[in-house]
């Protein structure tokens, strides 16, 4: 299940269940979205990425759900496997105007996955 | 094709030192960004630069911190005068293209990072 701890949310599953990870984003007219996975000691790679006009978003294994209604988004791993094994952060690209670089970075989930 | 440089991966300084971390994008990159990461937090965003500009350091502290992404080299984030606090990850990333707009969008790379660690 998934339990708050003192700094990161934690999502625990069985090797071979699928599993969810969701972020609530803060700018309503950020138009792009990217999920990372960051594993200990590394920098945060990509996994996948969506843009504002979708809601929707197939890879390999991977699922990104957008819900603009509500800023959500949703992670899906299917199958997930020990190796998913990191922290899960979404990011988001405010609209230029302000800043036209940075990513604003959600507060990260860590998924462990049991044997 | 090589991904972001960073060095070094483990930086020792003690109070008031200063710190270099160095970054090279990858080939073909020309936009930079640095971010600190705070243990058990996400990325902070501090500065964007492009060759020879900064575009962007609204993230970057006022005092001690400045970054450059010369013409030739690799970018430099350059802490003066370090305090314990200043002890963190910091990850540089980059992208081909700039950001905004619905055709681009900022694909950012990021590097393995530099543990600061400040005595």
């Known amino acids: 299940?998934?339990?708050?701890?003192?700094?990161?949310?934690?999502?625990?599953?069985?090797?071979?269940d699928n599993s969810i990870i969701n972020c609530a984003y803060s700018?309503?007219?950020s138009d792009y979205f990217i999920w990372y996975k960051q594993e200990s000691g590394k920098g945060p790679q990509f996994i996948i990425d969506i843009r504002s006009n979708m809601d929707k978003r197939q890879g390999q294994r991977v699922t990104v759900l957008l819900n603009k209604t509500v800023k959500h988004l949703s992670l899906q791993i299917a199958a997930t496997q020990p190796g998913d094994?990191?922290?899960y952060f979404c990011a988001e690209n405010p609209p230029p105007g302000g800043s036209q670089g940075n990513l604003i970075f959600g507060k990260g989930t860590k998924l462990s996955v049991k044997p | 094709n090589a991904g972001v440089m960073?060095?070094?991966?483990?930086?020792?300084?003690?109070?008031?030192?200063?710190?270099?971390?160095?970054?090279?994008p990858m080939k073909g990159h020309s936009h930079v960004y640095w971010y600190r990461q705070l243990p058990e937090e996400g990325l902070k965003f501090m500065v964007y630069l492009q060759k020879e500009n900064i575009i962007d350091e609204s993230g970057m502290p006022k005092e001690r911190f400045s970054a450059e992404f010369p013409k030739e080299g690799p970018s430099i984030l350059r802490i003066q005068q370090v305090v314990r606090g200043d002890s963190a990850a910091y990850f540089c990333a980059s992208s081909p293209r700039l950001a905004g707009g619905f055709y681009s969008y900022n694909e950012q790379f990021f590097g393995p990072g530099t543990r600061l660690t400040v005595l």
């Open chain 1, 85 to 87: 094994s990191a922290v």
């Open chain 2, 6 to 24: 960073q060095n070094p991966r483990h930086l020792v300084r003690r109070r008031g030192q200063e710190a270099r971390l160095r970054c090279s």
């Open chain 1, 1 to 16: 299940g998934e339990s708050v701890g003192l700094h990161l949310p934690t999502l625990s599953v069985q090797e071979g």
């Open chain 1, 27 to 29: 700018n309503s007219a």
